[in-house]
């Protein structure tokens, strides 16, 4: 693949950035439904392009990663490997081309863009109070980019603000794998250790937990 296989500046990406934005700028407005829209728009942009010029780039930043690791870390990929041969060649058999340098700083900010319009979605939902939608858009930012440490704290709050302890304490605890210096992160951990402890001790005591407030 060449760098003149993607249009530089794609017009589908640079919607999403435009959209991204907007959504940037309602929200420090407090025009928290507008930045929905906005963020909304922004990914169905990146994911137009992701889904359609982007699966050549996908491919090859795969292919790109393929050629680069030797599998030794993993029994299964190493049986896939003696399996299927050199991934380079397999590769050169399908006529694709590792993606360039360009490319792949290309294919990563689409992919963390998606992410950061999830989870910023997400916080708009937490600040309108729609914890469900924020679970929701939080958990598609985490899928999208797993190392977006931003998303996971969004799902963690919004489960949180449910009373989802259990799953909020699953959320903080990935947040804290992936940011371990965050002060706040470890906090927010605590806390829904906490919070999950006392859950069970009102069980063993015979009540029913907290009210309102489930794991």
Known sequence: MTESSIP?????????LDAKAGGNDAFKAGEYRKAIVQYTAAIDSFEDFRDGPGVRLAEACSLASESTNDGSS??????????????????????????????????????????????????????????????IAGEMGTEVDPTYSKSYYRVGCARYALGKYKDALKAFKALCKLAPQDKDARLKLKECEKMVLNFFFFQSVGGCGPPNRRL
């Open 8 to 16: 530089a500046p794609d017009p589908l990406l640079t919607e999403g």
């Open 74 to 135: 993993s029994p299964e990929n190493k049986e896939n490997k003696e399996g299927s041969g050199n991934g380079q060649q397999d590769g050169a058999k399908r006529g694709q081309e590792e993606a360039t340098p360009a490319e792949k700083e290309l294919y990563q900010k689409l992919v963390r863009d998606l992410a950061v319009c999830y989870s910023n979605r997400a916080f708009c939902q937490i600040k309108l109070e729609n914890f469900g939608s924020a679970i």
